[in-house]
């Protein structure tokens, strides 16, 4: 990760030299990744993220000629512009509709036009919520520049709209809950359902532990079918049980009516069974974490989570379980799959003291699964988004 005066001297000079000027502000939105909590989000259910140190980075100003125009250091070359009356859901449609959408939200605020020049530190495509990190930074900026009254849950939802209406992505509220709200030294504890949210202390430093995140290097796609499946599969599972959200159900008993002797009604019931019983461990992290219990303890309820995405909601892959049974193997306290699944990151909670062996293991892993040694890093719970220059 980048230090922040490293970061804003980065991003104004690319600005400058992109065009032409001084930015208004640099703006930082943070990745995340899910301490625990996995595909809950859009089942009104429980999660547990923590903002990584990793930012994305946002040099904004407003234009005078109606136009907006978009460079990343991370995308291609060229920068997208367009005129302010030219957006719409899906365009433009490459990167840029992340941030094009949070503009649009706002557009009668905006009517000079923008320049947003983006640098990030946050892998992208690995399940670390670059999208996120990328939307949420360039709502910041708008609501310094253009829109002082928005909270924090408006934040949020710009946002989440510019992903899911104008990207057209279909993720939850997690990922931009996480960049917006998280606290250094602090996980955060969503209920999705109210959307109601309390700081959770996580001093993994004190501790003496971290989490290892490990990219598998196997990028997901959202839009490739198997995270809209799980979707509709919980929301069918939901509507057969007579529930809005598969949050209200508490009790596993319930999902036996799902079981219908029908190879479906079957899937369905294991897709249920993985959110119940996920929600019921963000609730046991939380537990233990508020009690002042040692983190080590979670460890164990991370693993099982993991157990559960591999087997019940099946969206793990091969690397991913490699992943986390040679850190465990290797000491780890607990490691699970992260995301949406099908590939991107997995987390493991490791002594400081620890790091190096673990990573060691899943090297060897990846080296005799024929694979190129996975990027690997070391994260404690950071701060959401803010303002840099
Ligand atoms: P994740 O959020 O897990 O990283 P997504 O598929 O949700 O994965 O979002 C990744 C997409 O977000 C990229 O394909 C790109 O379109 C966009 N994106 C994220 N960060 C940047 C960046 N710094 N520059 C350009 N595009 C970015
Ligand atoms: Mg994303």
């Known amino acids: 990760m980048t230090g922040d005066q490293e970061a804003v001297d980065r991003a104004r000079h690319a600005f400058t030299d992109t065009f032409g000027g001084q930015p208004a502000g640099v703006w930082a939105a943070p990745g995340r990744v899910n301490v625990i909590g996995e595909h809950t989000d859009y089942n009104g259910g429980f999660v547990l993220p923590i903002a990584l140190p990793h930012t994305t980075r946002a040099a904004v100003t407003r234009r005078t000629d109606g136009r907006v125009a978009f460079a990343s250091l991370q995308g291609e070359d060229a920068v997208v512009e367009l005129g302010l009356d030219e957006l719409a859901p899906g365009r433009p449609d490459d990167w840029a509709g992340y941030p094009a959408g949070v503009v649009w939200a706002l557009r009668e605020r905006l009517d000079g036009g923008l320049s947003v ?36 849950a408006d934040l949020v939802e710009l946002a989440r ?20 709200l998280c606290a250094d030294g602090h996980a955060l504890f969503l ?5 109601t949210s309390q700081q959770v202390p996580l001093d993994l430093r004190s501790a003496g532990l971290a989490l290892l995140v490990v990219d598998s290097g196997v990028t997901h796609e959202h839009a490739g079918g198997g995270y809209g499946d799980r979707r509709q599969e919980c929301e069918e599972a939901a ?3 007579g529930v ?13 009516a799902l079981a219908d002797g029908t190879p479906e009604g079957q899937v369905l019931m ?23 219990d040692d983190p080590r303890r979670i460890g164990p309820i991370l693993t099982a989570g993991h157990e559960s995405l591999r087997d019940d909601f099946e969206i793990s892959v091969p690397l991913l379980d490699a992943i ?13 799959m992260v995301g949406g699944g099908f590939g991107g990151s997995a987390i493991a909670l490791v002594d400081t003291g620890a790091v190096d062996a673990v990573t060691a293991a899943v090297g060897t892993r990846f080296e005799r ?3 190129p040694a996975p990027r690997t890093f070391v994260t404690v719970p950071s701060d959401g988004a803010r303002r840099l220059a």
């Open 324 to 336: 986390v049974e040679s850190a465990v193997g290797a000491g780890a306290h607990g490691a699970r």
């Open 117 to 152: 020049l983006v640098d990030s530190d946050v892998p992208v495509g690995a399940g670390l919520s670059s999208s996120a990190a990328l939307t949420c930074s360039v709502a910041l900026a708008l609501r310094d520049l253009v829109a002082p009254e928005l909270g924090p």
């Open 161 to 180: 709209r510019a992903e899911n209406d104008f990207v057209g992505a279909p993720t939850g509220i997690l990922d931009q809950s996480a960049s917006v």
């Open 244 to 256: 809005d959200f598969l949050r209200e159900v508490e009790d596993v008993d319930r999902l036996a």
């Open 270 to 292: 294991r897709r249920a069974r993985h959110i119940v019983t996920e929600n019921a461990r963000v609730l046991e992290v939380v537990a233990a974490l508020r009690d002042g």
């Open 191 to 195: 209920d999705t359902r109210d959307r």
């Open 369 to 371: 699964e024929g694979q």
């Open 239 to 241: 509507r057969r049980l």
